[in-house]
């Protein structure tokens, strides 16, 4: 049996009854600090897919930052909800630790073939589906009173909370069930390494249970860690590595939201306008209202700019009657609709479910035709198909749809457009924006990443200890005749 190049150990520890329960708590440091670490490892292995598919090598930089990243979280799972196979806390370091009980080395960096970082995630496909089942595997249950249960912890974590029962009840960590999950946690780490690249050895499909791998899979003693400064040039590494991962999360954001802008605005109809899927509305009120729509002046580079260059609503009447649709001063229209009850809209644009109806106090009954008051900014009345259009100005309005002769009852299918001339503009600024933080975010993460890597990268220990030199073999005999010679000659 082979020894695999990643090589995750363990040494069994103690812990104790209790301190797993609070265990959650003292793990935050550390959680919020893997946090920008993964951010920050998620973009080194994306720099380094690239690197493989073009130079065929792994940046020895970013394969010692990624390695100390997943030695790190080893650690911590290690100690915390993965394992609680210790009560040491972990340190904050990507070295390796020769003395604490849970240790990760790698062989490498790796040389794997250009067209693996294609594939990769393709061929690691199985393992991926076994790791969810580890980790996130569950079940949702639930009954007629709306009571549900769900879990999604995975087999491991049914098991670690056996342990911790077992802890908590017994002071003692059973042995066969703590090597059957390091060896769970021994998969899913192996498939981790292999689909970014750590490791071109593609993971064994077999169970490797216990603290110490099959062969000589501990990590050699590593020398002393050389002095830094810590206040220096670690703090330069960890402020790029923080700097970045946020640039790299604001970066992605802003590239999204201006993706999303030109697509709405490639998806304009003839007219200009970017049409929300229409929806059915039916009331046996007087009155659908959608109220208090806040139009505000902007000033955008010094020129005015409300925002929404134009709106359109388009109602398809599914009754008889006639219908009235208006926009009105949202003040005038609740002195229209006082005392009467009506239906109001919210969240006009969105998927259907997001939209709400409320009901508002009063008397269901009829209002004054609204065909007869004086108020209203734009209007139309029609029995089949109506259609709005409207300015926006400054002011707070509210878009009435209502029957004509103010009695109650209606059905119709609304359909709300806008006409906006700042998508184009705004979301090519957002993309491109977007994507100049994302290669600045990935530089400083890069820089960041190797500069923290950089010690650990000096220190590292050999793949295999060193022997005592050995002697060089005698020179063999010029022939066998010359050596019965020597041998003769002596008598």
């Given at each position: 049996m082979g020894t695999y190049p990643v090589r995750v150990s363990a040494q069994p520890d103690r812990p104790g009854r209790w301190l797993w329960l609070v265990k959650w708590l003292l793990l935050i440091p550390h959680y919020i600090v893997l946090a920008v670490l993964w951010t920050a490892f998620v973009a080194m292995t994306l720099i380094a897919y690239v690197a493989v598919l073009f130079t065929g090598r792994y940046p020895g930089g970013i394969f010692d930052f990624n390695v100390g990243v997943l030695r790190w979280t080893w650690r911590v799972w290690y100690y915390g909800y993965s394992v609680l196979g210790t009560d040491r806390y972990p340190p904050f370091t990507l070295a390796d630790v020769a003395d604490y009980p849970a240790r990760l080395s790698v062989?490498?960096?790796?040389?794997?073939?250009?067209?693996?970082?294609?594939?990769?995630?393709?061929?690691?496909?199985?393992?991926?589906?076994?790791?969810?089942?580890?980790?996130?595997?569950?079940?949702?249950?639930?009954?007629?009173?709306?009571?549900?249960?769900?879990?999604?912890?995975?087999?491991?974590?049914?098991?670690?909370?056996?342990?911790?029962?077992?802890?908590?009840?017994?002071?003692?960590?059973?042995?066969?069930?703590?090597?059957?999950?390091?060896?769970?946690?021994?998969?899913?780490?192996?498939?981790?390494?292999?689909?970014?690249?750590?490791?071109?050895?593609?993971?064994?499909?077999?169970?490797?249970?216990?603290?110490?791998?099959?062969?000589?899979?501990?990590p050699p003693p590593v020398p002393p860690e050389k002095k830094r400064d810590p206040g220096g040039r670690l703090v330069v590494h960890v402020t790029a590595i923080v700097?970045?991962?946020?640039?790299?999360?604001?970066?992605?954001?802003?590239?999204?939201?201006?993706?999303?802008?030109?697509?709405?605005?490639?998806?304009?109809?003839?007219?200009?306008?970017?049409?929300?899927?229409?929806?059915?509305?039916?009331?046996?009120?007087?009155?659908?209202?959608?109220?208090?729509?806040?139009?505000?002046?902007?000033?955008?580079?010094?020129?005015?700019?409300?925002?929404?260059?134009?709106?359109?609503?388009?109602?398809?009447?599914?009754?008889?009657?006639?219908?009235?649709?208006?926009?009105?001063?949202?003040?005038?229209?609740?002195?229209?609709?006082?005392?009467?009850?009506h239906d109001e809209l919210s969240a006009v644009y969105g998927p259907d479910d997001s939209r709400t109806v409320h009901r508002?106090?009063?008397?269901?009954?009829?209002?004054?035709?609204?065909?007869?008051?004086?108020?209203?900014?734009?209007?139309?009345?029609?029995?089949?198909t109506l259609r709005l259009d409207w300015t926006p100005v400054a002011g707070t309005w509210t878009v009435v749809l209502a029957r004509a002769d103010g009695m109650t009852g209606l059905s119709a299918e609304v359909g709300p457009a806008v006409r906006l001339s700042f998508l184009q503009p705004l979301g090519t600024a957002l993309l491109a924006g977007g994507v100049v933080a994302i290669l600045v975010a990935l530089l400083l993460i890069y820089l960041g990443g190797t500069g923290l890597a950089g010690g650990a990268r000096r220190d590292r220990p050999p793949s295999a200890p060193e022997g005592p030199p050995t002697a060089e073999p005698p020179p063999p005999a010029a022939d066998s005749r010359s050596g019965e010679k020597v041998g003769a000659g002596s008598g």
């Open positions: 062989d490498g960096p790796p040389r794997p073939p250009r067209w693996l970082p294609l594939v990769a995630w393709l061929l690691a496909l199985p393992h991926l589906v076994i790791v969810g089942i580890i980790t996130s595997g569950g079940f949702s249950n639930g009954d007629d009173n709306g009571w549900r249960l769900t879990y999604a912890g995975g087999v491991l974590g049914v098991l670690v909370l056996i342990a911790a029962l077992f802890l908590l009840f017994a002071g003692r960590y059973p042995g066969g069930l703590y090597d059957l999950v390091i060896g769970l946690n021994r998969w899913v780490l192996r498939t981790i390494a292999y689909v970014t690249l750590l490791t071109d050895r593609y993971p064994p499909f077999r169970l490797d249970q216990g603290a110490v791998e099959p062969g000589p899979t501990d700097l970045g991962a946020l640039m790299l999360a604001g970066g992605a954001l802003a590239a999204t939201g201006g993706a999303a802008a030109l697509a709405m605005h490639a998806s304009r109809d003839a007219n200009g306008y970017v049409e929300a899927p229409a929806w059915q509305v039916a009331t046996s009120t007087a009155a659908v209202t959608a109220g208090r729509i806040e139009v505000g002046p902007g000033d955008v580079f010094g020129q005015e700019m409300s925002g929404v260059d134009a709106v359109r609503i388009t109602v398809a009447n599914h009754g008889d009657a006639a219908l009235f649709l208006g926009v009105a001063p949202a003040g005038a229209v609740e002195r229209w609709l006082d005392g009467i009850a508002t106090a009063g008397t269901v009954g009829p209002v004054v035709a609204p065909t007869t008051a004086g108020f209203w900014y734009a209007s139309v009345t029609g029995t089949d």
